[in-house]
């Protein structure tokens, strides 16, 4: 089940999809090229050389097991994955989300990659290697790279991203911010700026009617509704973010006692809290209107921006038309393709398919079968969104984080919504249970719970006691 090619692997791109990928490429005795154009090059979004580079966030989202992103995790530590084990290394405090200190963990996703049986080259491609080759390039793949694949996929899909501003710790007025979760998950993790109700409405005509950042005439704006501009979302009404990234539900100012109308939240960015993400806030507005407008922010009138935030246009390809039911295209078979270009969004959603196309390569070389996981788990789900399975056949094909509506429907009675996640859960456990000894290299044994605490009481028919 280990048997080396002749060749080694190419894998381009040594994003989070790549990196994962070569790591289980590596675990399984193939030997990889990880071809990155870091540091001779980087795309208008990087702003480091490292491998595993976050851009966007520092946050992997929930960690809930019963939210279908925090199965994602909970399936990916127990196939060993490298990012979410460099994760769980490397965390910050976020509430009930999977937040990391950014240095730290792309450190220590290079260091095991070098551990492995993985050469790492620098530089950027601009054709195609011969030999196997997993395409991980991501949203931003490179100008060359894009048109030396477009023969081969046809039409080149794509939408806009944009990133949010990061502010250094100590310019935050810590007299107006306060710190908490909402309903006290996790803590008191984040930075908590309220606004009036008359503060809030400003705000909102400011982000209407700032400057923003022009797309070039041949390019029309599309944006993944899971990561809209701020100003996107103002303009579709007034209390459109009031209810939700600034929404204030579960967070009581303790110097008033009161709920405040809106909430800007800021997340952590390092363990020593020398930075700070505004959570949602990510925006095309150019960068002088982003210092004047977010200035607006009680708390933030003096603010130092660390990292203003910014736009880019990410690419990807219509994977259920383009791919096989390996994740190889089907025109030029060699060819796999991981992450974000293959339609999947999110950092997470990124390593899972680089994890999956791993599998499937190592099928392919050692003359054995690809099973992908149950559509019921989360990492089924995510396969089902790229081979098409998810979506009706003629439904136009758009980037998506892991959800539920990726999976097969609950059979049975309809259920509340917080019983129906329950369900995904256990449904998606009982089956990733039954699939993983068919993965080609152990996986954990299921965690098992602590029992649940069971308060002492006295004998039927007699008063309770408490300790």
Not at 184 to 189: L, V
Not at 190 to 200: A, F, V
Not at 387 to 404: I, K, L, R, S
């Amino acid at each position: 089940m280990t048997t080396t090619p002749s060749a080694p692997i190419t894998v381009i791109g040594g994003g989070l999809a790549g990196s994962e990928c070569a790591y289980q490429l590596s675990r399984l005795g193939h030997d990889v090229v990880l071809r990155e154009m870091k540091p001779h090059k980087r795309s208008p979004a990087h702003k480091s050389d490292a491998l595993g580079e976050l851009v966007c966030s520092n946050s992997l989202r929930s960690d809930n097991p019963q939210s279908a992103i925090g199965m994602l995790h909970a399936e990916l530590r127990r196939v060993g994955s490298l990012i979410l084990g460099a994760a769980d290394l490397h965390r910050v405090p976020a509430g009930d989300a999977l937040a990391v200190e950014r240095e730290g963990f792309a450190r220590e996703i290079e260091g095991s990659l070098r551990r492995g049986r993985v050469t790492i080259v620098g530089g950027e491609v601009t054709a195609l290697p011969e030999g196997t080759v997993v395409i991980a390039t991501g949203p931003l793949t490179s100008p060359a790279l894009t048109d030396a694949l477009a023969p081969l996929v046809g039409e080149k899909l794509y939408f806009y991203d944009a990133i949010a501003p990061i502010v250094s710790g100590d310019s935050v007025d810590l007299s107006i911010a306060w710190r908490a979760s909402r309903y006290d998950k996790g803590g008191d993790d984040y930075l908590n700026l309220p606004m009036d109700k008359e503060q809030y409405l400003a705000f909102v005509q400011a982000l209407r009617a700032g400057e923003k950042v022009k797309p070039h005439e041949f390019e029309e704006p599309r944006y993944f509704e899971g990561c809209l501009p701020i100003e996107v979302m103002a303009e579709r009404g007034d209390e459109v973010l009031a209810f939700g990234p600034m929404k204030p539900v579960g967070l009581v100012d303790p110097r008033t006692g009161k709920r405040a109308h809106a909430v800007v939240q800021l997340r952590m960015e390092d363990r020593a809290g020398t930075a700070w993400n505004l959570v949602g806030f990510q925006t095309r507005l150019t960068w002088p209107e982003q210092k004047r407008i977010f200035g607006m922010i009680p708390g933030l009138q003096a603010a130092e921006w660390v990292r203003m935030g910014q736009i880019h246009r990410n690419t990807f390809i219509d994977s259920p038309r383009l791919l096989a039911s390996d994740l190889s295209l089907k025109r030029e078979p060699r060819l796999f393709f991981a992450g974000q270009i293959s339609g999947v969004e999110g950092y997470v959603e990124s390593a899972a398919c680089g994890y999956l196309v791993a599998l499937s390569v190592h099928a392919r070389l050692t003359g054995t079968t690809f099973t992908p996981p149950p559509g019921t788990t989360a990492l089924g789900a995510l396969y089902r969104h790229v081979t098409g399975e998810a979506h009706p056949p003629d439904a136009p094909y758009q980037p998506t984080n892991v959800v539920f509506a990726l999976y097969p429907s609950l059979e049975g009675k309809k259920l509340k919504k917080a019983d129906k996640r329950v369900a995904y859960a256990e449904r998606g456990g009982r089956d990733f249970d039954r699939w993983a000894p068919l993965a080609p290299h152990p996986v954990a044994p299921r965690p098992v719970p602590a029992p649940p605490v069971v308060p002492v009481s006295a004998a039927p028919g007699a008063p309770a006691t408490h300790s």
